[in-house]
């Protein structure tokens, strides 16, 4: 009876850590790809303000 109920509380306690550690990753992920998108929203280039590039200069 005594190993059936520690036996238990082990599976228990390995379900949470498993729990923790995938949410703890998640979160991890979420983080790195919400760098990852402000990095390249970052370093995109802004519109050309209005009026701009509507006639091409081909004598530059």
């Known amino acids: 009876m005594d190993t059936d109920l520690a036996m238990q509380m082990v599976t228990m306690q390995t379900a949470a850590?498993?729990?923790?550690?995938?949410?703890?990753?998640?979160?991890k992920t979420h983080d790195l790809e919400a760098t990852l998108?402000?990095?390249l929203l970052q370093s995109a280039p802004a519109a050309?303000?209005?009026g701009q590039g509507l006639r091409i200069d081909k004598q530059a």
């Open 17 to 27: 850590t498993r729990g923790s550690v995938q949410m703890a990753v998640l979160k």
């Open 37 to 39: 998108l402000n990095t």
């Open 48 to 50: 050309p303000p209005p």
